[in-house]
């Protein structure tokens, strides 16, 4: 009983010496105070206008302050330390205020004509115009799961596939396979549509339908998933190829076995990249499954819709009730691209334990 | 004692360290002890290898020249050597994983039982399940279990057996890990430590039932006490498959092997300078660049 009371005596008390002292954190703020009062006095004195210019101006000021803080702490070299971290932070805000600006735009006008029918009903009867509480987004819904899980179904197999051959197989073709999955990443959108258009449906193989659609979204799909599933690939370490061969398996159940369950979640990243490159593609669509605005599931006959041909066509009506129907497309398709990406995450996670 | 602090938990370590330095030193000791530890003679029964005339190549780099070496059942062969001197190339020329490396080349006959592994034809992946490999790192599959693990390369190779849950115990008791991981063979290999993954490793290669194994270095990352178990794992192993193992370690090579083959690679090609008992080689060596190298004077 002693030893211990005395051990517990002796404890000290855990500190993270490594951290700053909240009052060393006091010249930084007053650094980033002047630079803010800096800012609003040149907008105010000079002919700089507007929130942007402040932005800049605080970044400019705010920058070259924390510097000359860092030179008198610790000398010239922790000046490039200093803005090296400005500009890293400024990327952060450039690269997130967009994309929170989007989010946020799209959930506020797309709220207004949320409703339960937006869900149940199509828009065979109801006119654009109707009120909110008429027609709904039933059919452009599984219209895009439909065609994403499709052109999920076509493109991950021969995506990975292929980075399989690009890592594992090395054949004399290596190099101009990876040119063309390079060359294909670049083909703009509307020319995969066309090409579907050319010679699928033009050519009699089928008409405008879901499965023409998927078709088409699987060309951009393709190059996304393979380019990534080979780089996911060339991390697992040969040491386990190595491992697996020399314990009497061949090439491909030891690809099987051991690289691609190795592999798994990356090659889960290369399924959500390649499913958020043409969630949101309209210009295919139009071509191939052409838009329609009944309750139609069945995708190898007849045309179908998707979200994003939805927005498309109710924004083309100019009607003020239509863009508010369209801004509500908008916001289902955000949410349904979500709810595939947690999707296949899950899935990712389930089969691992 | 509720919360134990840092300075005690430390002051036990310390304790427990030097516990286990002690059992280290008198198990080496009686391993060395042991009567017929060294040169014992081969015996007729299981498979015997044999390398004629074997070179290898990385393209146009001559990496070793001529090589002649026979392994008998129940023996284990040390092969020692400078970085660099072509051993552990040529432990990869048994079992042709050489030819993994693009640029690979060789020449020479390597026989299993009488028949060359490399004559056209032959079924490479039957090869490699008759003769096994541990690595210089621990390499376990990181998707599987333990017992999965073990078991890994009856799947590989679509082998059927009815007694996996027998054989995967008899494999981890052979490895000397049986008792450190009966209670969590559904737990992931990663979560093992660096010692215990390298014997897993052991398991999982003793679970094919190979005739030889090949060792590259398999204590190179690992602490004394991982090693000396390993040892031991070799020393029973020698029972029934031929083992022969490239160390670094010299100590490592007198106390585990009955022979030792000594590599050097001078401005050209790695060669094999001596081969004799284990005994000899560290004892009365016939050639002055083995005596310089095994009493530590160069390399």
Not at chain 2, 185 to 213: D, K, T, Y
Not at chain 2, 220 to 246: K, Q, Y
Request: charged share 15%.
């Amino acid at each position: 009983m002693m030893s211990t009371n005395q051990i517990q005596l002796n404890t000290p008390a855990p500190r993270k010496p490594w951290q700053k002292a909240p009052s060393a954190l006091v010249p930084d703020a007053i650094v980033f105070l002047v630079a803010f009062i800096a800012a609003e006095l040149t907008i105010s004195l000079t002919g700089f206008k507007g929130r942007l210019a402040l932005l800049l101006l605080f970044t400019l000021y705010s920058t070259v302050g924390s510097m000359a803080l860092a030179f008198k702490r610790r000398g010239i070299m922790a000046m490039s330390d200093a803005l090296a971290s400005s500009f890293i932070y400024l990327s952060i805000a450039l690269v997130g205020l967009p994309l929170f600006s989007v989010i946020f735009t799209v959930i506020l006008r797309g709220r207004h004509a949320l409703r339960i029918n937006t869900f149940t009903q199509d828009m065979s009867v109801a006119q654009p115009d109707a009120p909110f509480s008429q027609g709904g987004a039933l059919y452009a819904i599984v219209g895009t799961i439909l065609l994403v899980l499709i052109a999920t179904a076509i493109s991950v197999p021969i995506g990975v596939l292929t980075g399989l051959y690009l890592t594992e197989v090395r054949g004399k073709a290596e190099g101009l396979i990876r040119f063309l999955v390079q060359a294909m990443s670049g083909v703009p959108s509307i020319v995969a549509g066309l090409f579907i258009y050319a010679v699928w449906i033009v050519g009699g193989h089928g008409g405008f339908s879901g499965f023409s659609g998927a078709l088409a979204l699987s060309i951009l799909m393709l190059p996304t998933v393979a380019r990534t599933a080979e780089e996911v690939l060339k991390l697992i370490p040969n040491d386990l190829r190595e491992a697996g061969v020399a314990l009497g398996g061949t090439q491909w159940r030891t690809v099987a076995m051991v690289v691609l369950p190795a592999a798994r979640s990356g090659l889960i990243t290369a399924t959500v990249l390649g499913i958020a490159r043409v969630a949101g593609e309209t210009a295919p669509l139009l071509l191939t499954i052409f838009g329609t605005t009944t309750n139609h599931f069945n995708p190898f006959v007849g045309p179908m819709s998707a979200l994003p041909i939805y927005v498309f066509q109710l924004l083309g009506t100019g009607l003020n009730v239509a863009i508010d129907r369209a801004w509500t497309g908008a916001l289902v398709l955000l949410v349904l691209v979500s709810v595939l990406f947690a999707l296949a995450r899950g899935i990712g996670r389930r089969t691992k334990s | 004692m509720k919360n134990p602090t840092s300075k005690d938990r430390n002051e036990r370590d310390d304790v427990s360290t030097q516990q286990n330095d002690r059992v280290t030193v008198s198990s080496f000791a009686s391993i060395a002890d042991r009567p017929g530890f060294i040169a014992k003679d081969s015996r007729a029964i299981g498979a015997d290898l044999e390398a004629r005339g074997v070179h290898a190549w990385f393209g146009a780099h001559h990496a070793l020249a001529d090589i002649n070496l026979s392994f008998s059942a129940g023996t284990v062969t040390a092969l020692i050597g400078p970085s660099g001197c072509g051993k552990s190339t040529f432990l990869r020329t048994l079992n042709r994983m050489h030819e993994f490396i693009p640029t690979a080349a060789m020449a020479g006959e390597v026989l299993l039982d009488g028949v060359d592994i490399y004559k056209q034809g032959t079924d490479v992946t039957k090869i490699r399940l008759k003769i096994g490999m541990v690595f210089q790192k621990p390499n376990p599959f990181p998707s599987m279990t333990i017992g999965e693990n073990v078991l890994s390369g009856l799947k590989l190779a679509q082998i059927k057996r009815s007694d996996k849950e027998d054989l995967m115990e008899e494999c981890l008791v052979r490895a000397g890990l049986w008792n450190e991981v009966k209670d969590r063979l559904s737990a992931h290999g990663g979560s093992l430590s660096g010692g215990q993954q390298q014997r897993l490793c052991i398991a999982r290669a003793l679970a094919v039932q190979p005739e030889v194994l090949l060792m590259d270095e398999p204590c190179s990352a690992l602490d004394p006490g991982s090693t000396l178990r390993i040892e031991e794992t070799i020393r029973h192993l020698s029972e029934s498959v031929i083992v022969v193992i490239v160390t670094h370690n010299m100590q490592q090579a007198a106390r585990v092997s009955d022979y030792t083959g000594f590599f050097l690679s001078e401005e050209g090609p790695g060669r094999l300078i001596e081969y004799a008992p284990t005994r000899e080689i560290f004892s009365r060596p016939k050639d002055q660049r083995t005596e310089a190298y095994v009493t530590g004077r160069f390399g």
